[in-house]
């Protein structure tokens, strides 16, 4: 069984990771963070964190059976618009697990949201989806980053 303030506890970690990544990718010129990687799912720096995010946002308001929109890297065009933008999703899925009890937290969804391609899984699950989801692409960016000739910090939960 998950917890609320367990769940809480690891997405405010994957966050506070993904801003360190963030840090360091303000420091890669522009046309680097923009270039086309072969090899990879979501070809770019930008693309990456771009998909990381969206995915996020998309998947709690599933949750919540919310239309979401979506929305693309033209949208959020500079590291400032990509901060606010973090900023905005983390708050939205901190708001949306503290409204939860554990036990909806942990019982499986009885409705299939509009966008949801899967099985039935319960918040939980699908919480948890979202943190090793952004852990996979944010090793991913990392890998990019050394390519490009920019290696990244640490940033696993737990520095070694």
């Given amino acids: ?12 970690a994957t966050h506070e990771r993904i801003a ?7 420091t890669v ?19 990456q964190l771009v998909h990381v995010l969206t995915c996020e946002e998309g998947w709690v308001h599933d949750l919540q059976n ?6 693309s890297e033209e949208a959020c065009p500079t590291i ?5 933008a973090k900023a905005r999703i983390r708050k939205a899925t901190r708001n949306y697990v ?20 899967g099985e039935l899984r319960s918040p939980a699950f699908i919480l948890l989806h979202v943190i090793t989801h952004a852990f996979h692409h944010k090793g991913q960016v990392v890998a990019m980053l050394r390519i ?13």
């Fill in 1 to 12: 069984m998950f917890t609320k303030a367990g769940i809480a506890e690891l997405h405010g």
């Fill in 20 to 26: 360190l990544l963030i840090s360091h990718v303000a």
């Fill in 29 to 47: 010129p522009d046309e680097l963070r923009r270039k086309l990687i072969p090899g990879f799912g979501h070809p770019s720096i930008w693309k």
């Fill in 66 to 71: 919310e239309p979401f929109p979506g929305w």
């Fill in 80 to 84: 400032e618009d990509l901060q606010i």
């Fill in 98 to 117: 503290e409204s939860l009890t554990d036990e909806q937290l942990n019982a499986t969804l009885t409705e299939r949201p509009v966008d949801w391609g």
């Fill in 148 to 160: 490009l000739g920019y290696p990244a910090p640490d940033t696993d939960l737990q520095p070694v």
